[in-house]
């Protein structure tokens, strides 16, 4: 341990997440009515006094865990695609990583189902979901238009449009996943034949569907 | 009242679905968390004795509940495409169905968003959802290749795959609508135009999308 990992902010830091990762794993064992501050205490292995001093409600510790799933999901992409990943590569990374693949984005994934149901009866989630939904539609629809600079990408598509369909698309396939409607290889395959649909085709072939 | 309406079997049915449109309408207000016998019966203006006698688990009321959307939602559909309606007509039907575009609809769909959601952590209905997406995704299935028999669909058109793609798009446009992301009349675009992008375009014009 060095200095900037042992100051007490640091180390609030660490706990929280510590508490934040437990949430997560309640959630995703057990949904979110499983979330109690004893629940979580047990997972975390520290005391329900102390789960509480962080996370004084039950909104808090289901906020913690969403912002902790989505931190990690961004490390993942963040990974897979370095920081000069073209833009094709980064739209791939971005949409299939919402496929859940393995016990780790399949517990996100839960935490976000359970996270999306709430938002219906809660408004202060609903708003929050609303904005960052209009940041990833955007981050996708950002990624198409430069495939459009580059000419990889016909002119005429609307990205915006086609940016939310194709998160609606995978995140529908998701679900079907998730409850074993789906395999995980047949969702992958949907959406990279739907961004393969989505880029030119090569010289000679006809024009990609636009819609 | 004739006699067939009036004999106990016939109360009892009624009975029951006075409960079930009384939860539904908890559900739909305040979401399941609120879907308590007591909650229940205040709705329905029953004793809670009385929703206990039809429904003697919470689990028992919420499947009731969403069978009795579904029921509602296929008596609407049937409603707008009566018994002879082209494939088509229905397929557009039954995908735009699933957007929600007004109270009832969305009622409907926040349902069933609860009990999706209710499938990860409960094995007995992620089974029973797997086999109503598997009925549900046969019959769009069957649309698109009744489409193929009258040469409106490309006979490449894997008609599964597109059935999947075409639901789990409208589904997950239909939860942005239901938190706000979206408007229903966007949504609804967009599935008309993945609709038409299904179909066979007019000769002379291009192939339309496969993928």
Redesign the interface.
């Known amino acids: 341990m060095n200095a900037s990992t042992r100051g007490p902010g640091a180390e609030h830091e660490q706990r929280r997440r510590q508490i934040a990762d437990a949430v997560l794993a309640v959630t995703a064992e057990?949904?979110l009515?499983a979330v109690t501050q004893s629940n979580v205490a047990a997972r975390a292995g520290v005391s329900a006094g102390r789960v509480q001093h962080y996370f004084p409600t039950k909104r808090e510790m289901i906020e913690a865990a969403f912002d902790r799933g989505n931190a990690l999901s961004a490390a993942r992409i963040a990974a897979r695609v370095g920081r000069a990943g073209a833009p094709r590569q980064v739209l791939t990374t971005v949409l299939t990583e919402l496929i859940p693949h393995d016990a780790v984005t399949r517990t996100h994934l839960?935490v976000r189902?359970?996270f999306?149901?709430?938002?219906?009866?809660d408004e202060d989630i609903?708003e929050r979901?609303?904005r960052d939904?209009?940041r990833f539609?955007g981050q996708v629809t950002d990624l198409l238009a430069r495939g459009q600079d580059a000419g990889e990408v016909p002119r005429e598509l609307d990205c915006r449009?086609r940016a939310?369909?194709l998160?609606?698309?995978?995140?529908?396939?998701a679900?079907?996943v998730?409850?074993?409607?789906?395999s995980a290889s047949e969702a992958r395959e949907?959406v990279l034949?739907?961004i393969?649909?989505t880029y030119a085709p090569v010289r000679g072939q006809?024009?990609?569907?636009?819609?």
């Not at 999306?116 to 009866?121: C, D, E, I």
């Not at 998160?167 to 396939?173: D, H, N, P, R, W």
């Not at 998730?178 to 789906?182: A, P, T």
């Open positions: 057990r949904g009515a839960r189902q359970a999306t149901a709430l938002a219906l009866s609903a979901m609303r939904y209009e539609h449009e939310v369909s998160v609606a698309l995978a995140e529908g396939l679900y079907y998730l409850v074993g409607i789906h949907r034949t739907e393969a649909g006809a024009m990609p569907p636009l819609a």
